[in-house]
């Protein structure tokens, strides 16, 4: 019998604003931005299915509505194309609908990334999850057999059973951008973490290692985010829970391998349009 995957399920915060986007994303889900010819979102969950996850949950909020459609199926274009050569142009969007189930679950007060979270509880319930922040894209190493980010995560979990995340060294001068750890290394690029901090400005940063979107995490991180106060730009930061969560418990954080975009900031879209012309599409 197939062993059953350890996390089943993988949420997609997907409510906010996308401010630095606009005008573009006035009307249309930051999430749908395409690199190349693929939205954002659809790469982040191949990402999720690659590491065995299957239960979808998106939360969404006002002007999202095509994220559903694009995970559902679209008769009029399928019954245009069946049969004539752009049909191959759907083959991964189908195999992902075809392997996954998709829950949606909308945010009503855009409070921050940590009140997303916890508006996916209902869905995830008492068992770990992963969670895809699709703005990071995270291309697999191009060297080596390894996986993509979330795949690394997950096998790292197999084996510590505790919450995880990702994160990279990025410039001294950028940490005001994420959340940065500090730990101490326990194996090659792991970290036991013993403090994180949001957007710290360069001189009070304990180290240059950020945070990025991805996190695998053990369901009682809902309870701190409850108890989490909102932090830095008045939201509810998930940085915030899982420092709680770090002091009481064991949180881990790793150096992925491969290569992540910004996607959320117009330099990184660009870089990694690039990037994926060159190396990802089939011309
Ligand atoms: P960002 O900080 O990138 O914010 O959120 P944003 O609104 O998407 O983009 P900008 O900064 O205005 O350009 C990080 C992630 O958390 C989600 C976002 O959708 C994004 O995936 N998020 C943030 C929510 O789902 N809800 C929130 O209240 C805040």
Redesign the pocket.
Known sequence: MAKSPLIRKCL??????????LPA?KAMP??MLPIVNKPLIQYGVEEALEAGMTQIGF?T?RGKRAIGDHFDTSYELEHQIQGTSKERYLDDIRNVMDNCDFVFMR?R?????G??ILTGEPMIGPEPFAVI???DLCAAPTEGDDKKALSQLTALYERYQCSIIAIEEVPNEDTGSYGIISGDEIADGIYQVKDMVEKPNPEDAPTNMAII?RYILTPEIFGYLRNTKPGANG?IQITDALRQLAQERQVLAVKFKGRRFDC?SVEGFIEATNYYYENDYIK
């Open positions: 997609f915060p997907a409510a906010g604003y996308g401010t630095r986007f994303t930051k999430e939360i909020g945010q007060e855009m409070l921050g990334l009140h997303a922040l699709a703005d979107g939201e959320g």
